[in-house]
């Protein structure tokens, strides 16, 4: 079983960053496949970003260049830096875990990740 638990939400002005992290309470972070999804309210989850096993990135077309997804396996950390944050950035954002490797084309999809964090609330006001 893969524990998650997110931290470093907030409400900000537009423009600025903030950084969420996601700590995994597994013994080999390193085997597991992790991204980011958001809830805005209202809607349906949407995945924001996933970083694949060997490190390599997958982002949604709206926070390319403004969001980055970083995992440290030493410290058992998944992270997003967001940048330029925009008011319809504003959601519930979960962090989502799965064993193994993924496919490219299945990085994204909700149906993808079995663990799931209790999410931690953005809020980007204009």
């Known amino acids: 079983h893969v524990q998650l638990v997110e931290s470093g939400g907030g409400s900000v002005q537009a423009g600025a960053s903030l950084k969420l992290a996601c700590n995994a309470q597994f013994d080999r972070i390193i085997s597991l496949s992790m991204a980011w999804f958001r809830q805005p309210p209202g809607k349906t989850p949407e995945a924001v970003a996933a970083?694949?096993?060997?490190?390599?990135?997958s982002y949604i077309d709206f926070v390319k260049g403004r969001f980055t997804i970083s995992k440290d396996n030493v410290k058992n950390n998944l992270y997003l830096q967001m940048n330029s944050l925009k008011p319809e950035d504003t959601a519930k954002y979960y962090c989502a875990a799965t064993k193994g490797a993924l496919a490219l084309s299945s990085r994204l999809l909700y149906s993808t990740y079995r663990y799931w964090g209790q999410g931690t609330q953005v809020t980007v006001s204009s």
């Open positions: 970083i694949a096993i060997d490190g390599s990135t």
